[in-house]
T-cell receptor, first 112, second 112 residues
Framework: SQQGEEDPQALSIQEGENATMNCSYK?????LQWYRQNSGRGLVHLIL?????REKHSGRLRVTLDTSKKSSSLLITASRAADTASYFC????????????FGAGTRLAVHP | DTEVTQTPKHLVMGMTNKKSLKCEQH?????MYWYKQKAKKPPELMFV???????INESVPSRFSPECPNSSLLNLHLHALQPEDSALYLC???????????FGPGTRLLVL
C-alpha cells in the first residue's frame, strides 16, 4: 500500500531549468528518503531527511520537509539531460523496521 | 563502498521451475530487504531481515521463500510462480533501522 502521493506524475523541462517534485504522506514518520531510478533499474539513494529536520542540501539537490503538512519537496537546480529518471519519495513510519513505503513517483524528462 | 549486488540480472522461468535470486552486501549491514516492483509502479516491500532473522513478511505468497544464510547474503527462492509474478525484484540493505537503505540493481524476472 502506498503511503502517499507524489506530484506531478510527470514533468518535462529543458536543460538548465529547475525541477520541483512534491510528496505527501499520511502517517507520522522517522524519516523520508528520496531515490532516483533510471530505466527500471536499481534505486539510487539521493537524500535522507529526518523528522526533526526541515531542509537538506546535496549538490544540486534541495529537500524540504514539513511534518505539520505531511509533505516534502525535492528541488533539482540547473537540471541536466542525465537527470532524466523516475524520482520516488519513501517514508519510514515510526515504530517500524525501517519499512519504507514508496510514493507513486515522478517521471522527469530533461531535454537538451 | 555502498554496493549491493544481485544475481542474476535477468531470469526467465516456467511456472513449474524452481529458481533462486541472490543478493550480497559487504557493508556490515544487519538489515536486508526484498522488494517487488511492477512496471511503472513503485517498489513494494516483501520481506525484512534483521540480524539474519525474518522480521517482516508482507503477506507474501508461499511460492516466494526468503533465506538469510549469513549477514552478507540474502536469497529469494522461487517455486511454482505465476505470470503475474513477473517483475523487477530489488534487494536492499541498511546499517540499522531509520537509516538509509541501499539498493542493488535488481533481477528482472519473467515467468512464462
Amino acid at each position: 500500500s502506498q503511503q502517499g502521493e507524489e506530484d506531478p506524475q510527470a514533468l518535462s523541462i529543458q536543460e538548465g531549468e529547475n525541477a520541483t517534485m512534491n510528496c505527501s504522506y499520511k502517517t507520522s514518520i522517522n524519516n523520508l528518503q528520496w531515490y532516483r531510478q533510471n530505466s527500471g533499474r536499481g534505486l539510487v539513494h539521493l537524500i535522507l531527511i529526518r523528522s526533526n529536520e526541515r531542509e537538506k542540501h546535496s549538490g544540486r539537490l534541495r529537500v524540504t520537509l514539513d511534518t505539520s503538512k505531511k509533505s516534502s519537496s525535492l528541488l533539482i537546480t540547473a537540471s541536466r539531460a542525465a537527470d532524466t529518471a523516475s524520482y520516488f519519495c519513501a517514508t519510514d513510519a515510526t515504530g517500524g523496521y525501517n519499512k519504507l513505503i514508496f510514493g507513486a513517483g515522478t517521471r522527469l524528462a530533461v531535454h537538451p | 563502498d555502498t554496493e549491493v549486488t544481485q544475481t542474476p540480472k535477468h531470469l526467465v522461468m516456467g511456472m513449474t521451475n524452481k529458481k533462486s535470486l541472490k543478493c550480497e552486501q559487504h557493508m556490515g549491514h544487519r538489515a536486508m530487504y526484498w522488494y517487488k516492483q511492477k512496471a511503472k509502479k513503485p517498489p513494494e516491500l516483501m520481506f525484512v531481515y534483521s540480524y539474519e532473522k525474518l522480521s517482516i513478511n508482507e503477506s507474501v505468497p508461499s511460492r516466494f521463500s526468503p533465506e538469510c544464510p549469513n549477514s552478507s547474503l540474502l536469497n529469494l527462492h522461487l517455486h511454482a510462480l505465476q505470470p503475474e509474478d513477473s517483475a523487477l525484484y530489488l534487494c536492499a540493505s541498511a546499517g540499522g533501522f531509520q537509516e538509509t537503505q541501499y539498493f542493488g540493481p535488481g533481477t528482472r524476472l519473467l515467468v512464462l
